[in-house]
C-alpha cells in the first residue's frame, strides 16, 4: 500500500512537515518489504508507531535505558552484550534501549533485528536512528511477530500487548487507530 503525505498527515496531524517528508518514502518502501500492505495492516501500523515515536519526533527512547540493565530476558546479561557495551563505555540497558519507530529494546531484538535487516546493530545500535532503519526496524519488528493476522481481523489491543508488553497509552493508541482507519477508509 502507497500512503501519501497527506495522508500520513492526517493519520499524524501532530507531525511536523519536515519529519513527515523525511520518513514518507523510507516508511512506504518499509512497509512494502515487509508486506504491511491491506488498508487494516497499514492504518493498526501506523497507529502504533505514531505513539511510539511521538508522531515521527522520537527514533530513540527519551529514558536512559538504566531500567533494562539487569532484563535477562532481553539478553542484556549476555556476555557479547556486556562485552559491547563495556568497550564502549557504558552498560547494557543505554546501549540497547529503545530505538527506530517501533523501539527495538535489548540484546536479543537488536541481533534479531539486525540480522534480518543485515546490519550490525549490535556495534552500532544507533543506526535504528537513522531514518530508513527507524522504518525498516519498525516494520520487520511488526512482520517477525506476525501483527499482520491481528491487524487483519481488527484485533488491535493484541498488537499493542506484542510491542508494548502491555497496554500502555491504550487510549491514546486507540484514537491513533481509529483515525487510521478512517483516512485509509477501513
Not at 20 to 41: C, D, H, N, V, W
Not at 81 to 87: E, N
Not at 161 to 185: H, M
Request: charge should be neutral; proline fraction near 3%.
Amino acid at each position: 500500500m502507497i500512503i501519501s503525505g497527506e495522508q500520513l498527515h492526517e493519520m499524524m496531524p501532530n507531525a511536523t512537515d519536515r519529519n513527515i517528508g523525511k520518513f514518507l518514502i523510507p516508511l512506504t518502501r518499509a512497509m512494502q518489504e515487509f508486506s504491511i500492505t491491506s488498508p487494516m495492516q497499514a492504518a493498526a501500523f501506523i497507529a502504533q508507531i505514531t505513539h511510539e515515536s511521538g508522531s515521527l519526533r522520537y527514533v530513540e527512547e527519551l529514558a536512559d535505558g538504566s531500567w533494562y540493565e539487569f532484563r535477562k530476558d532481553l539478553g542484556n546479561l549476555e556476555f557479547e552484550a556486556l562485552q559491547v557495551a563495556h568497550a564502549n563505555g557504558t552498560t547494557t540497558g543505554p546501549w540497547f534501549k529503545g530505538r527506530g519507530l517501533i523501539q527495538i529494546t535489548g540484546y536479543y531484538n537488536y541481533k534479531a533485528c539486525g540480522k534480518g535487516l543485515k546490519a550490525d546493530l549490535i556495534t552500532n545500535p544507533k543506526l535504528l536512528m537513522e531514518t530508513d532503519y527507524a522504518s525498516r526496524s519498525a516494520a520487520w519488528f511488526w512482520d517477525t511477530h506476525n501483527l499482520n493476522s491481528f491487524a487483519d481481523v481488527g484485533n488491535f489491543y493484541a498488537t499493542t500487548k506484542i510491542i508494548n508488553g502491555g497496554q500502555n497509552g491504550k487510549e491514546a493508541r486507540l484514537a491513533n487507530y481509529t483515525r487510521c482507519k478512517e483516512v485509509l477508509g477501513c
